[in-house]
Structure formats: structure tokens, C-alpha cells
């Protein structure tokens, strides 16, 4: 069964940035997409941003403009850059892995943007 590590969260202030990483512990040729999502205390997980086995990509329109996501096959890895963070950005990222029979869900990262 695949899995997913995510890492790069923190703690930072508004306006600021960070990246997050997801790897995975097989090949990410041939899936149908990777994804983050994110689910602040109180609220239901909610989609941030999928990129496609093409190399399509999708975000929720809160993120747009400041959060890009990328692959690197060689790697295995997905990436997420977020820049001009907000405090309503604060929530656990969670990276998904989306394949023929598997799904496979990270442990999550803590992104914390202080005001």
C-alpha cells in the first residue's frame, strides 16, 4: 500500500511563506492526481489544491494567486507553495494520493499563521 509523508509546516507570520512537501513511497507516474487539503479546528477538510497525472492543476478559489502546487517525478514528491499566508490559512495540511485501488492519506502538517 502507498503512503504519503507530508513535512514543511510551521509557524509564521502574515504575509509570510512557506512550503510543504509530500512524498510518496512509490513511483507518482500513472496515478490520477495528488492533492492537499486542509481542515482548521471546528470545520470540515476542504480541498486545496490537485494536481493531475497531466500535470493539471486546481485550487480553491481562496488560495489562488498565492499558493502554487508542483510535482517532481524523479522525486516522488509533490510540493505546495504558499506565499502571503493569512490567518485564515491556519489548519492541518493533509496530502492525498489518488490512484487506480488506492488512496492513500498523510499523517497531516501543522501550518500556523500568527496575525
Known amino acids: 500500500q502507498v503512503q504519503v509523508v507530508e513535512s514543511g509546516g510551521g509557524l509564521v507570520q502574515a504575509g509570510g511563506s512557506l512550503r510543504l512537501s509530500c512524498a510518496a513511497s512509490?513511483?507518482?507516474?500513472?496515478?490520477?492526481?495528488m492533492g492537499w487539503y486542509r481542515q482548521a479546528p471546528g470545520k470540515q477538510r476542504e480541498l486545496v489544491a490537485i494536481i493531475t497525472d497531466g500535470g493539471g492543476t486546481n485550487y480553491a478559489d481562496s488560495v489562488k494567486g498565492r499558493f502554487t502546487i508542483s510535482r517532481d517525478n524523479a522525486k516522488n514528491t509533490i510540493y505546495l507553495q504558499m506565499n502571503n499566508l493569512q490567518p485564515e490559512d491556519t489548519a492541518v495540511y493533509y496530502c492525498?494520493?489518488?490512484?487506480?485501488?488506492?488512496?492513500?492519506w498523510g499523517q497531516g502538517t501543522q501550518v500556523t499563521v500568527s496575525a
Open positions: 512509490r513511483s507518482i507516474f500513472s496515478i490520477n492526481y
Open positions: 492525498n494520493l489518488n490512484a487506480l485501488f488506492q488512496n492513500a
